[in-house]
């Protein structure tokens, strides 16, 4: 028997709880948005896998991942956004309404915001996950190098990503050893870089191999190599191994909606809109050039500004702009042009003239751009005129013999002639 | 449907796993285990292994640092 799905709305759906989705939803909550966190797993995403935070402002001492997760989660709950831990299975966020359905519900948004983040991809060598993370095997050189002062480290790949941050960690460990899959002198990474790998003495290169296992007690000791060229075994003692082999969005649930790149991450631009009106996307999940949980929290508040913003521009839109009641008349205008401002008693004239009978708009593009984009008003001043809810005319000329013509057309229920 | 109760609480991961994996086993599809726990790291693995197997499951958490993690046999 299927069960019956019990349908819940809110304002703006947060999927995934990492320090992204956390920071979205607290600027959601506090701006009064009926918000909801949806997260799979632990609230605090990839974060709590790490021990130590030492680069995360405020916290000099450092902060374990996990208890920064538990601060994010709070002061998110403290303004109202609201949990549920369960994986999302499927979505649908190309129309207004947001469907973003779990095991149990379907949840209706106005707004959605993606910070499902994602995972660093691994080998799969045995004993690999004994030693993931804190235990020896890394995957952000920017967070653990520091730690890595005067040890040897490896470093797993051949690409601009492996080669570039094997030689930042050679300013601190005392070798970097690669294992490249590629025979001798071919690497993945761009020529300069490799020119600069070549030139390094804290490099040395193990060519033509690939991890057989991973050997250690508490922490990781050795990676034991094969070469690839005789099959040969070759334990190479370490005390810490860096993977530079990718890293995978979790961007499944969004394929065939939301654009993706080549590489499964969510391209948004500077305003973490995606391709889709009212998704917005933040955090490791987005096109970006560094996954840090301060970036995150950047990206996440931007994101839950933007998705407010959105919301309220939406409303405003859909409810006054475009009312059906009465013939309606936008100006669309900003206040730093003479032009648009010096018009502005003539428009209230006006509206004086046909109160009752037509009703005004007013956009100031200075704060409401998107409104303005909507409407397909691009240049200000300009003028809007609408029946029944929708667009019927826009001008750029504004004479007011003319606009009244236009309002005696639309009050009258006539088509109105105006010039563009 | 039977509804199991899993008590792990005071755990340390793998324990809370290896038993969800077990007590599950022995129940029927449709059937539900509700697996108490206060490891976070069994808030890690046990939601990471039941998505891969593609059983339902939801989260409650209990009070702070103690979850019950409800999941629906699904094969």
């Known amino acids: ?420 | 449907m039977t509804e199991k109760t899993l008590d792990c609480l005071g755990e340390a991961c793998p324990v809370p796993l290896i038993r969800t994996q077990k007590a599950l086993g022995e129940l029927v599809v449709g059937d539900v285990l509700v697996v108490a726990i206060d490891h976070s790291c069994a808030m890690k693995n046990i939601p990471e292994w039941a998505n891969k197997e593609g059983h339902n499951f939801e989260i409650e958490e209990v009070s702070e640092g103690q979850w019950e993690i409800v999941i629906e046999k699904s094969h």
């Open chain 1, 1 to 420: 028997m299927p069960i019956t799905k019990d349908h819940q709305y809110y304002d703006l759906v947060v999927i995934g709880g990492g320090p992204a989705g956390l920071t979205a939803a607290l600027y959601g909550g506090r701006a009064r948005l009926k918000t909801l966190v949806i997260e799979k797993g632990l609230i605090g995403g990839l974060a709590t896998y790490t021990n130590e935070i030492a680069n995360y402002p405020g916290f000099p001492e450092g902060i374990t991942g996990l208890e920064l997760a538990r601060k994010f989660e709070k002061q998110a709950r403290h303004f109202g956004a609201e949990f549920k831990n369960t994986p999302v299975k499927r979505v649908d966020l190309g129309g207004r309404d947001k469907i973003i359905e779990t095991f149990r519900t379907v949840y209706h948004a106005k707004a959605v915001i993606i910070a499902t983040g994602g995972k660093p991809r691994l080998l799969g060598a045995p004993g690999e996950e004994a030693f993931l993370y804190d235990k020896g095997i890394s995957f952000c050189a920017t967070c653990d190098a520091a730690s890595c002062k005067d040890k040897v480290v490896m470093v797993i790949g051949s690409g601009d990503a492996a080669v570039e941050e094997g030689l930042f960690l050679t300013k601190f460990a005392s070798k970097v050893i690669m294992s490249v899959i590629h025979e001798e002198g071919h690497m993945d990474a761009n020529a300069a870089a490799q020119a600069d790998a070549m030139r390094e003495p804290k490099m040395e290169f193990r060519w033509n191999t690939v991890v057989d296992h991973f050997e250690g007690g508490e922490r990781l000791e050795a990676v034991i190599l094969k070469d690839t060229s005789n099959g040969e075994l070759v334990p190479v003692p370490v005390d810490r191994c860096f993977y530079f082999i990718g890293y995978l969005p979790a961007t499944e649930l969004f394929q065939g909606q939301v654009t993706l790149t080549e590489r499964g991450y969510i391209p948004t631009n500077t305003r973490m809109q995606t391709n889709l009106d009212g998704v917005f996307a933040a955090g490791d999940v987005r096109q970006t050039c560094l996954r840090q949980v301060a970036t995150a929290v950047g990206d996440g508040a931007i994101a839950g500004f933007e998705a407010e913003r959105y919301i309220a521009e939406l409303d405003v839109f859909e409810n006054q702009l475009l009312q059906c009641e009465l013939p309606g008349m936008i100006y669309v205008y900003s206040p730093i042009d003479e032009r648009s401002r010096d018009f502005l008693p003539t428009i209230r004239e006006i509206e004086r003239h046909y109160a009752g009978r037509v009703r005004l708009g007013l956009v100031d593009t200075y704060k409401g751009e998107c409104l303005a984009a909507r409407l397909g008003a691009v240049d200000t001043p300009s003028l809007v005129f609408t029946q029944d809810g929708k667009v019927v005319a826009k001008t750029r000329v504004l004479d007011p013999d003319r606009i009244e013509r236009a309002l005696d057309a639309l009050v009258d229920h006539r088509e109105p002639e105006l010039a563009e």
